[in-house]
């Protein structure tokens, strides 16, 4: 897919900008605090209807405002389709070519975007619950029914916790009470670690092979979904209903859920070290960009069209040779737009070069 046309009204630090894209590499290129990050927000928020920054609308609109307008043009398979967000009276409203749409479910997921954002890197420094965050989304963005599963799951878990909160515990009908939350719980878990799991091998496949390219064979990434601390589906799937059992009175004694997805984690290895604990600033970056192009790769094979490419600042703390694999391995995309601050020499393999200050957005030709 690709984006042709952008308009921001009162969004972040635009008043009032339109912006034409084209195929292929896009740069936006400018000093720091300019607002070349707030344009990937806004192409972000048009396609999947959120910020990947923050999670109130208001922050989004330009200050001294309460509303803001987004508008873009994209082609999807050929097709023309004509995005709108709306925040005004503290509502949202989204239309696809014109017609509002309710749901937000009816509307993500029919466009693909990969985003690359400096945040990002948490997914490896940070902690599980920042992994499992990333792993659903992406989920989500190819099953809807995976956020119907997770909705549900943290409900059970919500009840479940506030029964071992109330009392001491241990009484014959809270035992069968949460008995009957466990059932819900092995039920909704496995179909959870399911999809993570299937999506985790597809995806660590992918990227094992892109990290291999970036760091020219030196280097081998492995990426595993842990699930209920066992590094095996079926072993983990088979020992769910003994654990949740097991672990019952340590459960009404901590008075908190132990045992279930909302647990496991990722683990990714640089030539079988943890690339939390071990791992280099570049490296680090390299393995949520490889994990990023991956997602994209997975996107490609099932919609069978390549989706927008979003780097946000990826170029700092790549060596040469790993920025020049990236730089390439965009010409084979539809469309790539990456921003890069001004000192930046590696302009001219853009086939668009935006240059942002204060909010506007001028062309360098
Ligand atoms: N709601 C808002 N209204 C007005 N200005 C805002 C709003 N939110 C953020 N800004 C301003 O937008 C400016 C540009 O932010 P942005 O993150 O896009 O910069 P950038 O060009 O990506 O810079 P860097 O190179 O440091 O990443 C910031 O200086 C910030 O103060
Ligand atoms: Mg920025």
């Not at 990947?52 to 508008?71: D, K, S």
């Not at 992994?131 to 799951?153: E, G, P, T, V």
């Not at 209903?241 to 640089?270: C, N, Q, T, Y």
Request: aromatic share 8%; with cysteine; net charge positive.
């Amino acid at each position: 897919m690709e984006i042709k046309w952008l308009h921001l009204k009162s969004f972040r630090n635009y008043q009032d900008q339109e912006v034409d894209f084209r195929p292929g590499l896009t740069i936006l290129q400018g000093e720091n605090g300019q607002g070349k990050t707030n344009i990937l927000e806004g192409i972000y928020y048009l396609l999947t209807g959120k910020s990947y920054r923050v999670h109130r609308e208001q922050e989004l609109a330009r200050w001294g405002e309460n509303e803001f307008h987004l508008y873009g043009d994209f082609i999807v398979q050929r097709r023309k389709l004509r995005l709108e967000s709306h925040y005004q009276d503290k509502r949202k409203i989204i239309k696809i070519n014109q017609i509002p749409c309710r749901k937000l479910s009816e509307y993500v997921g029919t466009i693909n975007v990969v985003f690359f954002s400096p945040d990002d890197l948490v997914m490896v420094k940070g902690g599980p619950a920042e992994r499992r965050r990333f792993l659903d989304l992406h989920i989500a963005q190819h099953h809807s029914k995976h956020i119907q599963l997770l909705n549900a799951y943290n409900k059970v878990l919500q009840q479940k916790n506030a029964l071992l909160k109330q009392g001491q515990g241990g009484s014959k009908s809270q035992i069968a009470q949460i008995e009957l939350w466990n059932e819900q719980i092995l039920r909704i878990g496995s179909e959870i670690i399911r999809n993570r799991w299937e999506f985790t091998g597809l995806l660590s496949r992918k990227a094992q092979d892109i990290y291999g390219q970036i760091s020219s064979g030196k280097e081998e990434l492995t990426m595993d979904y842990h699930a209920l601390g066992k590094n095996n589906l079926e072993e983990a799937l088979a020992a769910f209903p003994k654990l949740l059992a097991e672990k019952m009175s340590l459960e009404m004694e901590r008075k908190m859920v132990l045992i279930g997805p909302h647990r496991d984690d990722i683990l990714f290895k640089l030539n079988e070290r943890s690339a939390r604990l071990y791992g280099s600033q570049g490296q680090q970056r390299s393995i949520v960009l490889s994990t990023k192009l991956a997602e994209l790769e997975v996107i490609r094979q099932e919609k069978g069209d390549y989706p927008l490419l979003l780097l946000d600042d990826v170029l700092s703390e790549l060596d040469r040779f790993r920025r020049d694999y990236l730089l390439d391995y965009t010409k084979s995309l539809q469309q790539t737009i990456m921003t890069m601050t001004s000192g930046e020499t590696l302009t001219q393999r853009a086939s668009l070069l935006l240059k942002v200050e204060k909010g506007q957005i001028g062309r360098i030709e």
